[in-house]
């Protein structure tokens, strides 16, 4: 959502054609970034609304079109090239944390993100949760990032890599992955596993000590994760 110079609210596929300016570190003039198209895919959730993507471009002499998109995808990829806008909240990459209370801030999640996946499962800051105009709490969204991220120690090491497969259930049973979920990895919390048992990458020399999840159940944290085939 935005306001037009009128004072219009503006949202979706309304935002087609406008610009926004970012101020990179070091540089003199913010960089235009236009918003070529808008789509909305489906929710991972049940019962969750659909999130609005957005296609960003900004210019660059050095692409073939002039202009290149915000995120790695082709422009004729309507997937890769998707953007979820999340407003208020940032994320340290390095730390796996979650930076929340910034009014004047936007991510720009591109398809595939850790970010973009917290969105799609409805753990949005601005997201519907509990179906009564609540988000997620900011532990509820922490355990997620550190649950997609497989940061098993919580210090911002993630034991996993680009397409992993990996299913996934939540406390609240809004997101389940369909079909037969395979052996349990772990059970997460906002301090990262609770319990270790199957990794996503077999072998993987985890720098923390960890129990085994038999006597840990779905009840203590906000995720189990299981390696499907495993």
Not at 188 to 217: I, M, N, Y
Request: glycine content about 10%; overall charge negative.
């Amino acid at each position: 959502m935005a306001r037009s110079a009128q004072g219009t609210t503006l949202r979706g596929a309304q935002l087609i054609g406008a610009t926004i300016l970012v101020q990179s570190p070091g540089s003199l003039l913010p960089l235009p970034i236009a918003v070529l198209g808008h789509q909305k895919i489906d929710s991972w959730a049940e019962g969750a609304p659909q999130v609005s993507t957005y296609t960003l471009v900004y210019p660059d002499l050095n692409a073939l079109i002039g202009v290149r998109n915000v995120c790695t995808g082709d422009l004729l990829d309507v997937l890769t090239s998707a953007v979820t806008v999340i407003g208020g909240e940032t994320y340290d990459l390095a730390t796996k944390t979650i930076q929340p209370d910034k009014p004047r801030w936007l991510t720009f999640a591109c398809a595939g993100s850790a970010a973009a996946k917290l969105q799609l499962m409805n753990y949005g800051p601005q997201s519907d949760f509990d179906g009564a105009g609540h988000p997620a709490s900011l532990a509820q969204r922490q355990a997620t990032l550190r649950m997609i991220t497989a940061d098993y120690c919580g210090n911002g090491h993630s034991y996993t890599q680009n397409g992993t497969p990996l299913h996934w259930e939540n406390a609240a049973g809004t997101v389940v992955s369909p079909g037969e979920l395979g052996e349990r990895e772990a059970v997460w919390s906002a301090a990262g596993a609770l319990c270790l048992e199957a990794q996503r990458l077999a072998g993987a020399e985890v720098a923390c000590d960890l129990p085994a999840c038999d006597t840990f159940s779905l009840a203590e944290g906000e995720w189990v994760t299981y390696v499907p085939g495993a």
